[in-house]
């Protein structure tokens, strides 16, 4: 071969290897997340990516997250789901009951990892927490299962409280099997439960007009309802709060008790592994927490004028002060 045919080969040689390298890049798989962006996700995003790199997963490397928040609007969880489902994402990571079911009805092809849902088994989501039979697994919030221990916990603080309310989200399907543990809970110590029904974008004075008006001695706020101003409500109608979720006593609820979410986030990106490489969802148990932790804000009990048991101040994980 001569030296110009030679040159003129290898040119055309070099310019093609970009192109094969390219094609040889394996493809970097998609996580879409689905939210209801109320309590604000943040704190879940960064668990999931912290539990996401802590098994060898970098974002923009070799993942990369599509983030879907309703902020607030469980109205906008189908379509936000279909999105996710038009843009072929390799999973859809939810978190709370709406949001799951929302991702449910948009696929049945996607797997589904929940980081958190109330009782899935009840609500329809899986068939089973060992075999869950379909494309949803992950993880339970374990909330229905320890409701009752909401009101045992307002029961020491306040012996002689006899009207209990709940504050619950009239547009999540959990809210059902929620607010029927918590009323079993309420009977067997003599307590009566007044169920106040809002959703999460409505303003919440009305509510805490209503339960003004039934004077009621103590609140349970439901995890998908809670915001900062249900807990500033609270304070201005002196109602002692509690929730389960973590962030409520943190932002001014008197209590909370509740699983790790923290864990449970991290826990996620073990089931995210197990399906990139191959695992079914079908075949993949639902998690159910193995730590619940008692969280009180002793502020928030002085500006009531509460005196906290020291009993219950010792099974405390965290006291704030």
Known sequence: MKRREFIAVLGVAAAAWPLAAGAQQPKVPVIGVLVSGNPDPKLFLKALRDGLRDIGYNEGQNFRLEVRTAEGNDNLLPEMAAELVRLKVDIIVTLQTPASLAAKQAT???????????????????????????????????????????????????????????????????????????????????????????????????????????????????????????????????????????????????????????????ETGVYIDKILKGGKPANLPVAFPTKFELVINLRTAKALGLTIPESLLLRADEVIE
């Open 108 to 266: 049945s092809a996607i797997p589904i990892v929940m980081a958190g849902a109330g009782d899935p088994v009840e609500t329809g989501l899986v068939a089973s927490l060992a075999r869950p039979g379909g494309n949803v697994t992950g993880l339970s919030s374990g909330v229905a299962e320890v409701a009752g221990k909401s009101v045992e916990l307002i029961r020491e603080v306040l012996p002689n409280a006899r009207r209990l309310a709940v504050l619950a989200n009239e547009t999540d399907p959990f809210t059902k099997v929620y607010l029927t543990q918590i009323g079993r809970a309420a009977r067997s110590v003599g307590m009566e439960m007044e169920t106040v029904m809002t959703r999460p974008a409505e303003p919440l004075e009305p509510a805490f007009e209503n339960m003004a008006a039934k004077r009621v001695d103590a609140l349970i706020i439901q995890g998908s309802i809670l915001r900062k101003e249900a807990l500033d409500l609270a304070m201005k109608h002196r109602l002692p709060s509690l929730s389960s979720y973590r962030l409520g006593a943190a932002q001014g609820g008197l209590m909370s008790y509740a699983a790790n979410f923290g864990e449970l986030y991290r």
